[in-house]
């Protein structure tokens, strides 16, 4: 089986498996868990900000980070395909009440002049802008990488109007390691944000947010009340230790087999893929051409060993990781043939 549906599917390694097995604990509810508070030191370091908290989940982590930024009845702003809009189940209406105001980017970038346009004026029978979320690399629009500058221009633009930047960095990872530009140079523009350790870093579980102390203190409080406070957890950043130690460099591999698999599939009649949307580990192909449904050439794929899952709109996403080689890319690019050839 040849399994592209998401970067996190992958299964701890041996060794990885060895570290959490040896990992020194303590009941992280008092802050006792060395490794969580090493893991968490470690990854406030990495992205320069005063302090981090480990969370279960990428989805918990940005939705504890849109709680502490925002009051009930605010506004926040996000690029259309967003994580936090689209794949969340509504948390940031369940969790913090707050509207989401979308904004369509190209390749999941919003332009500065498009995020003007959408905040609101300070009339009292308007919601209060509060917060911009923007995610680096952006899943739905295809691992896409946001400009430095963009984030950047972004930024002063948010910080002149007193709103709030928060950056879903589920493969923040990723971005820098195509761009050589390191995590806490895009961290530096934004109030908070959340990394992933389970996705292209292999680890089975968590995600860290990072921001300023006060911040931190805060999002312990509420990820507590989201039933995230976690007891013998250095089980699991352990995992998070190891993958930082192990598996980030390796990202650039995952790039190189996402990139050869879209070159392979763009050539089949009927597929279309926006090869400018192919930057890191995630390709979206769009199979409305074939005429064919997208569940139907998910089960035939499927059926051959190769696992792909539903991206945007009549389309399909693989995504490269560090348990797939590129023997089984070459493979899954001919099964793909096969099938839609
Ligand atoms: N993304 C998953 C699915 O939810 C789509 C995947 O397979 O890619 N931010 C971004 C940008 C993400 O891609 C994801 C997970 C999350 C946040 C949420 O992380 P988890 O799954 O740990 O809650």
Redesign the pocket.
């Known amino acids: 089986m040849i399994d592209l549906?998401?970067?996190?599917v992958t299964r701890p390694s041996a060794g990885m498996r060895q570290a959490m097995a040896e990992a020194e604990v303590g009941d992280d509810v008092f802050g006792e868990d060395p490794t969580v508070n090493r893991l968490q030191q470690r990854v406030a370091a990495m992205l320069g900000k005063e302090a981090a908290l480990f969370v279960?989940?990428?989805?918990?982590?940005?939705q504890t980070c849109i709680k502490v930024h925002t009051q009930p009845g605010d506004e926040i702003i996000a690029e259309s395909g967003?994580?936090?809009f689209?794949?969340?189940t509504g948390g940031a209406a369940f969790l913090s009440s707050v509207q989401v105001h979308t904004i369509s980017g190209r390749l999941g970038v919003m332009s500065v002049d498009a995020i003007k346009r959408a905040v609101r004026p300070a009339l009292y029978y308007m919601p209060r802008t509060r917060l911009i979320c923007l995610?680096n690399?952006?899943?739905?629009a295809g691992g896409t990488i946001y400009p430095i500058e963009s984030i950047r221009e972004i930024s002063a633009f948010a910080r002149n109007e007193k709103i709030r930047l928060h950056l879903?960095?589920?493969?923040l990872w990723n971005a820098s390691a195509a761009t050589g530009i390191p995590p806490a140079e895009y961290a530096s523009s934004v109030d908070s944000l959340?990394v992933?350790l389970?996705?292209g870093l292999g680890a089975p579980?968590?995600?860290v947010i990072a921001g300023s102390a006060e911040f931190i203190s805060d999002a312990r409080h509420y990820r507590k009340i989201f039933g995230g406070g976690m007891r013998q957890a250095g089980v699991l950043a352990a995992a998070g230790l190891f993958a930082l130690d192990h598996n980030l460099s390796r990202l650039t591999e995952d790039h190189a087999k996402a990139a050869f698999l879209a070159s392979g599939i763009s050539t089949i009649p009927g597929v279309d893929i926006d090869m400018q949307s192919v930057q890191t580990n995630?390709v979206i192909m769009s199979v409305e051409r074939t005429g064919r449904s997208p569940d139907e050439i998910l089960a035939q794929l499927r059926a051959r060993g190769v696992f792909f899952?539903m991206g945007n709109y009549m389309g399909l996403?693989a995504?490269t990781h560090l348990d797939v080689s590129m023997d089984d890319v070459r493979k899954a690019v001919s099964v793909a043939h096969e099938v839609l050839g």
């Open positions: 549906r998401s970067d996190t279960p989940s990428g989805t918990m982590g940005n967003a994580h936090v689209n794949y969340e995610e690399t952006h899943n739905r879903d960095g589920a493969r959340s992933c389970s996705k579980v968590g995600s995630i899952s996403r995504v």
